[in-house]
């Protein structure tokens, strides 16, 4: 991973903030607070939701919300580290993933969490241990939820250290108001912490870089956790 990028800072606010400007995402990630507040503020713009109907959906959202965080976290980790999070926004019909490639600047240390739900998502097992007993909170459903979680090494994985170079290599392009936006996005949450530097990313188009190289990393992460046991949650 690459480090001491702050002096990059000014450099991308100056050249990447013209209309339609095509950034190096080595610049553009340092400019963390524009663009947070931007793709946040069009995501929540521009994103259809599915109204609640009942009860059930209520619960179901407030539990998911806490779900994530518990089954599928990308705040913490050691080092350098980029972290990304997938699910699916309205309809919540596809499994979720996530996962974390960190770098603790010891070559042999450099690995990669990835975790993964099965169908059904992990928003329709809450859906439907609610609706079989609605008494339980969802401190009491929560052992019955199942996630896959896989630890891989940078030996047992090369893909590790190639996904973490094709990261610094990635263009951004800055999002419009006329961008289309499915009926039912997959919304990928990015968290990167790099030379002391954070930055926290929302993307949902899925031609966009980020979508396409995390579907990418997802991939090739499968392909080394296909011979490794997962630990079950």
Known sequence: MR???KK???????????????????LLFRCTTSIAILIFGTALVCIPVLPQTNST????????????????????????????????????????????????????????????????????QLAALHERDAAK?????????????????ASQCPAIAAQQKAFENITFVRPHDDDPVPEHPIMYEVN??????????????????????ANETRKALDACAASVNPEER
């Not at 407030?62 to 699910?87: M, Q, T």
């Open 3 to 5: 480090r001491n990028r």
């Open 8 to 26: 990059r800072s000014r450099q991308c606010s100056e050249h990447c903030h013209s209309e339609g400007q095509i950034c190096p995402r080595n």
């Open 57 to 124: 959906d209520a619960w179901t959202d407030e539990a998911y919300a806490a779900a994530l965080e518990d089954f599928f976290p990308i705040r913490h980790a050691e080092g350098d580290f980029i972290a990304v999070r997938a699910h699916q926004n309205g309809a919540h019909d596809v499994p979720e993933f996530s996962f974390i490639l960190e770098d603790t600047q010891d070559p042999h240390a450099i690995h990669a969490t990835l975790r993964e739900t099965k169908r059904p998502s992990l928003y329709r």
């Open 137 to 153: 909170s969802y401190a009491d459903l929560k052992p019955q939820l199942n996630v896959s979680t896989w630890e891989l090494s």
């Open 192 to 213: 990167e912490s790099v030379g002391g530097g954070d930055s926290q990313v929302i993307e949902f188009i899925e031609s966009r870089a980020i979508p396409r190289w």
